[in-house]
């Protein structure tokens, strides 16, 4: 059998329309529905993807974390080489990942079907949802954070109201509860109009944020003075081969910082109309915008010692503190539109998709995707994000459990069944689908992922933090030895 094409997924037989997939007669109810069924067309070219990339690093996240980079103790080409050696591994990670949706037109959890089974893919499709819904609620929570600060800008007044302790509830002030419901409505109505509207708003999210960043910083740079202005935020501390230890812990940084989008890449990537549009916007939105947007938020942070006599490397709090208001106001909103941007295409769609896999009669994309948005206000996710040791648990700990699902989805898909799909054999209750296994699970790949993710959580809770920011590195290595090492134990399809 030949790699899959789109050509067999429209096969000849009796099919009719619904949504946006195409459903076969066949097609078992409790594997499909419009939402998950492959596309009828694939549409997104080479810039659709680049404005992915770009609303999901232009954030105040991707903001931070490119500041911080750049205060590890290493010269200003040491960090620019790790953040080059990061994002390229990145850049092919989510190349590999997107293979197989854009080649059946099918989203991640339907992929992961021809790993772990028809029905034991909703394994993965529950843990990436249910981590999706944290990272939606942090995303929202930090958004909403900008806005309390436009609200403040407007109407100092109101600090009272922003104060949890004199006005509070469950952890988060009256004005943050006020600030969190309002981003929370706004994202879900971009998300309810469907992934047309999501395209053309990332689409314009990712270049709104360049333009304010180009301004902020040349306004910066112009009142510092070009020659107080260095790449270099921090000390030199670290010189030789002591250097290459903090290297490698950035390079993991930044991968770790696009594992969750990675992981369900092919939720987007199966839009579009060739793996090639899929690649050129994956270079042009990873190896070349990350480094030019690093290289512009080090610029506009160095630029805020000598103008702001500290280094701040909180973009809304840089333009929170500008003297002119609407100018401060105009990039409170760029940035609150930017995280919208990067919540939705990271955090939204993903669970919508893996919450509509579990009951695909019951739960549309839609309804998936509000499970994930009420989810999102039940963990109070500012209780996840409100001390240092509690961020390096959080993030630690998804790690734990994205990178073994990743590991064994690549060591399946290219390893084991050679690239090689049955696309109507994912939706199929039969036990002589491809995908049955033992009643519709695959124990290898189950057992593959539980056992790495128990090893990461290990790592995470009982070494040091050196070794649990490699957490989603050493799962994603484990599973993948482990599936391809127990290859030969996966069932094959049951005969009736």
Same mark, same amino acid.
């Not at 103790?73 to 994002?87: D, E, K, M, N, T």
């Given at each position: 059998?030949?790699?899959?094409?789109?050509?067999?997924?429209?096969?000849?037989?009796?099919?009719?329309?619904?949504?946006?997939?195409?459903?076969?007669?066949?097609?078992?109810?409790?594997?499909?529905?419009?939402?998950?069924?492959?596309?009828?067309?694939?549409?997104?070219?080479?810039?659709?993807?680049?404005?992915?990339?770009?609303?999901?690093?232009?954030?105040?996240?991707?903001?931070?974390?490119?500041?911080?980079?750049?205060?590890?103790?290493?010269?200003?080409?040491?960090?620019?080489?790790?953040?080059?050696?990061?994002?390229?591994?990145?850049?092919?990670?989510?190349?590999?990942?997107?293979?197989?949706?854009?080649?059946?037109?099918?989203?991640?959890?339907?992929?992961?079907?021809?790993?772990?089974?028809?029905?034991?893919?909703?394994v993965?499709?529950?843990?990436?949802?249910?981590?999706?819904?944290?990272?939606?609620?942090?995303?929202?929570?930090?958004?909403?954070?900008?806005?309390?600060?436009?609200?403040?800008?407007?109407?100092?007044?109101l600090?009272?109201?922003?104060?949890?302790?004199?006005?509070g509830?469950?952890?988060?002030?009256?004005?943050?509860?006020?600030?969190?419901?309002?981003?929370?409505?706004?994202?879900?109505?971009?998300?309810?109009?469907?992934?047309?509207?999501?395209?053309?708003?990332?689409?314009?999210?990712?270049?709104?944020?360049?333009?304010?960043?180009?301004?902020?910083?040349?306004?910066?740079?112009?009142?510092?003075?070009?020659?107080?202005?260095?790449?270099?935020?921090g000390?030199?501390?670290?010189?030789?081969?002591?250097?290459v230890?903090?290297?490698?812990?950035?390079?993991?940084?930044?991968?770790?910082?696009?594992?969750?989008?990675?992981?369900?890449?092919?939720?987007?990537?199966?839009?579009?109309?060739?793996?090639?549009?899929?690649?050129?916007?994956?270079?042009?939105?990873?190896?070349?915008?990350?480094?030019?947007?690093?290289?512009?938020?080090?610029?506009?942070?160095?630029?805020?010692i000598?103008v702001?006599?500290?280094?701040?490397?909180?973009?809304?709090? *840089?333009?929170?503190? @500008?003297? /002119?208001?609407?100018?401060? !106001?105009?990039?409170? %909103?760029?940035?609150?539109? $930017?995280? +919208? &941007?990067?919540?939705?295409?990271a955090?939204f769609?993903?669970?919508?998709?893996?919450?509509?896999?579990?009951?695909p009669?019951?739960?549309?994309?839609?309804?998936?995707?509000?499970?994930?948005?009420v989810?999102?206000?039940?963990? *109070?996710?500012?209780? @996840?994000? /409100?001390?240092?040791?509690? !961020?390096?648990?959080? %993030?630690?700990?998804?790690? $734990?459990? +994205? &990178?073994?699902?990743?590991?064994?989805?690549?060591?399946?898909?290219?390893?084991?069944?050679?690239?090689?799909?049955?696309?109507?054999?994912?939706f199929?209750m039969?036990?002589?689908?491809?995908?049955?296994?033992?009643?519709?699970?695959?124990p290898?790949?189950?057992?593959?992922?539980?056992?790495?993710?128990?090893?990461?959580?290990?790592?995470?809770?009982?070494?040091?933090?050196?070794?649990?920011?490699?957490?989603?590195?050493?799962?994603?290595?484990?599973?993948?030895?482990?599936?391809?090492?127990?290859?030969?134990?996966?069932?094959?399809?049951?005969?009736?």
């Amino acid at each position: 059998m030949t790699e899959v094409t789109r050509a067999e997924v429209e096969l000849a037989g009796h099919s009719h329309a619904a949504g946006d997939g195409l459903i076969k007669d066949g097609y078992h109810p409790r594997l499909t529905n419009s939402d998950l069924a492959p596309l009828k067309q694939q549409s997104w070219k080479s810039y659709n993807f680049f404005a992915f990339w770009m609303s999901d690093v232009h954030s105040v996240g991707g903001y931070v974390t490119a500041g911080s980079l750049f205060a590890l103790g290493l010269a200003a080409w040491q960090v620019l080489i790790s953040l080059l050696v990061g994002i390229v591994i990145v850049y092919f990670l989510c190349n590999l990942v997107a293979r197989p949706s854009q080649a059946t037109g099918v989203p991640y959890p339907v992929v992961s079907r021809v790993t772990f089974g028809v029905l034991g893919a909703n394994v993965p499709a529950v843990i990436r949802g249910l981590i999706a819904v944290a990272w939606y609620g942090i995303q929202t929570f930090l958004a909403s954070n900008a806005l309390v600060l436009l609200v403040l800008k407007i109407d100092p007044d109101l600090a009272p109201y922003a104060d949890k302790a004199q006005h509070g509830f469950v952890g988060l002030s009256t004005i943050g509860w006020a600030a969190f419901g309002v981003m929370w409505v706004l994202q879900a109505l971009v998300f309810w109009r469907g992934m047309n509207a999501i395209r053309k708003f990332i689409d314009f999210c990712g270049p709104a944020v360049y333009v304010v960043m180009f301004a902020l910083a040349a306004y910066l740079v112009t009142e510092a003075g070009p020659s107080n202005v260095s790449l270099n935020l921090g000390n030199i501390t670290h010189h030789g081969i002591g250097a290459v230890g903090m290297m490698i812990s950035a390079i993991a940084l930044v991968v770790s910082y696009f594992s969750g989008p990675m992981l369900n890449y092919g939720d987007f990537a199966r839009y579009g109309r060739s793996m090639a549009a899929v690649k050129r916007g994956n270079f042009l939105g990873l190896p070349v915008n990350f480094l030019v947007f690093a290289v512009l938020c080090v610029v506009t942070a160095s630029a805020t010692i000598p103008v702001y006599g500290q280094l701040i490397t909180d973009p809304v709090e *840089t333009v929170y503190r @500008l003297d /002119n208001i609407t100018v401060a !106001i105009l990039g409170c %909103l760029t940035f609150i539109i $930017a995280t +919208i &941007g990067i919540n939705i295409v990271a955090n939204f769609v993903s669970p919508a998709f893996d919450f509509s896999h579990v009951s695909p009669q019951k739960i549309s994309w839609r309804t998936g995707g509000m499970i994930a948005a009420v989810g999102s206000v039940l963990i *109070t996710p500012w209780n @996840l994000y /409100n001390s240092a040791e509690t !961020i390096h648990y959080t %993030l630690d700990t998804l790690g $734990a459990f +994205i &990178g073994p699902l990743y590991g064994v989805l690549i060591a399946d898909y290219y390893l084991v069944k050679k690239q090689q799909v049955v696309v109507d054999d994912l939706f199929t209750m039969s036990p002589e689908g491809t995908y049955h296994y033992t009643k519709g699970w695959n124990p290898v790949a189950v057992a593959a992922t539980a056992v790495a993710a128990v090893i990461g959580i290990v790592i995470v809770f009982f070494t040091n933090p050196t070794a649990a920011s490699f957490s989603w590195f050493i799962g994603a290595a484990i599973s993948f030895l482990l599936y391809l090492a127990l290859k030969n134990s996966i069932p094959s399809r049951e005969t009736v």
